[in-house]
């Protein structure tokens, strides 16, 4: 029985001990917990001890904190607005790492009244310097309560003041990268200050009116040549520059990492305006490559025309050329062949006046040769009065009758008349008549048939 009651009263012992030592061992966790806790990367920590004290916390790793409270600060915050984004959706310290705050797309007003949804984002740096962070955590006590009164509201208030500063045709027609640099300027230095003023611009397109008949066609201008335009001018300081509202933000030195505008979507209205003026513009630039491919056309039939011009007057100017060698050939070849023709007369004369010189000396020598001979005969004819030439020729003439009379063909016999009656052709009379013809050429030949003693 004692032992029993022994060994019950030592089980009892082990077991009280072995709760104290698990209270022991629960103390110590809970003490644990709450006095450590681990840093991770890309936050800052503000540190609450029970004592009162505080620390900030920027190195990874575990970190103690005896019974105290820490908050964890994103060491880069990120204000986004895009389509994606819900309305009203600020789900601080608890979006993913490249945001702090989502909403959706921002309205805002251009200057020429056209409204557009924006879409943006800023990535925001907040101090890691013991000072400045702890100022910052006061005041804000959360970050969840910085991005809502104080982040969230500069960035809208920055995006539609930059679109003020703008037009949207201005913007659409190549003002984005100036619009984007600006909204990261302001947001860096601060927002603008700016003037609206009212400013009457002449047109620089005059108009006429034709209502006055006596003028004709020297009217008076008249009517629209001016309107109203509103100009937003910034408001100049005494040191000569522009006058700006700060950012609240910086004064706890958060400054702006990064300001983008990502997109912006104008109003359906002014979309199908600027569809008209790009149709405009696309049928005037469509116009303009016509008129050029007119032009072009233009120019091309004028060289077109030009080079047949051209041609034909080289091949003109090779005819011309052609003929003219032609002519110049045939010209010198006349020349050619008057001067040969006179070459040849000039020989012909020389050989003319050679052959009438040597006929001239030939008849000259005949000349001569018959003097001589004239002479001669002369000479011989006085001597003896030709009396050779004239017993030649008599003799010549007798044979000639002689011939004559042998070869008549008379008959044997001729019957005929008596004395007195007509001549028949007998011998007697043959003879007789043979006589006369003698003594008549004797007497032509007038020599005288007697010998000079």
């Known amino acids: 029985m004692s032992d029993a009651h022994t060994l019950l009263k030592s089980s009892s012992g082990l077991i009280a001990k072995a709760v104290v030592g698990v209270i022991v061992i629960l103390a110590l966790v809970y003490v644990m917990s709450k006095s450590f806790f681990y840093a991770e990367p890309g936050y800052i920590y503000h540190v609450r001890t029970v004592t009162g004290s505080e620390a900030v916390v920027t190195e990874v790793g575990y970190k103690f904190y005896p019974f105290g ?14 389509s994606g984004s819900s309305v009203n959706a ?38 890691s310097d013991e000072v400045s962070f702890l100022k910052l955590a006061h005041e804000y006590r959360s970050p969840e309560n910085l991005l809502r009164t104080a982040l969230l509201p500069a960035f809208k208030e920055t995006l539609q003041a930059n679109a003020s500063l703008m037009a949207a045709e201005e913007y659409y027609a190549g003002g984005r ?4 640099s600006e909204f990261e300027n302001q947001m860096s230095n601060g927002i603008f200050l700016v003037k609206r003023e009212e400013v009457s611009v002449r047109s620089t397109r005059s108009a ?15 009517g629209e040549d001016s309107k109203t335009v509103f100009l937003v001018n910034k408001v100049i300081g005494p040191d000569g520059q522009p006058r700006r509202k700060s950012q609240r933000f910086t004064d706890f030195g958060i400054t702006v990492v990064s300001a983008l ?4 979507k104008p109003n359906q209205k002014f979309i199908e305006r600027m569809q008209l003026k790009q149709k405009a513009s696309a049928d005037r630039a469509i116009a303009r490559e016509q008129r050029v491919q007119e032009e072009e056309q233009r120019l ?6 030009e080079r047949e011009v051209a041609e034909r007057q080289a091949k003109a100017k090779v005819e011309q050329i052609q003929k003219t060698t032609e002519a110049e050939t045939d010209k010198q070849l006349a020349i050619t062949g008057a001067e040969k023709l006179k070459a040849e007369a000039a020989i012909s004369k020389e050989t003319a006046e050679i052959n009438l010189e ?17 002479y001669q005969k002369e000479v011989i004819l006085q001597a003896d009065n030709a009396l050779a030439q004239k017993l030649e020729a008599e003799v010549q003439i007798q044979r000639l009758w002689a011939d004559a009379f042998a070869k008549r063909n008379v008959p044997t016999n001729v019957f005929g008349g008596g004395n ?32 000079t003693k």
Do not use: C
């Open 69 to 82: 409270r820490y908050n964890s600060w994103k060491r880069a915050m990120t204000v986004q607005a895009s």
């Open 90 to 127: 600020i789900r601080a310290e608890k979006d993913s790492d490249n945001e702090s705050a989502s909403l959706p797309p921002l309205s805002i007003m251009f200057l020429d009244q056209v409204d557009a949804h924006a879409e943006a984002t800023v990535r925001f740096s907040i101090p």
């Open 177 to 180: 990268t100036e619009f984007n």
């Open 208 to 222: 006429s009116g034709s209502a006055n008949a006596a003028l004709g066609t020297e009217q008076e201008q008249y």
């Open 261 to 264: 505008v990502t997109d912006m």
């Open 300 to 305: 091309l039939a004028i060289a077109r025309g």
């Open 358 to 374: 040597k006929a001239r000396v030939e008849a000259e020598t005949r000349r001569t040769l018959a003097d001589a001979e004239a």
């Open 420 to 451: 007195g009656g007509a001549p028949v052709g007998n011998d007697a009379e043959t003879k007789a008549f043979m006589q006369m013809l003698t003594l008549d050429a004797a007497k032509r030949l007038n020599y005288d048939r007697e010998v």
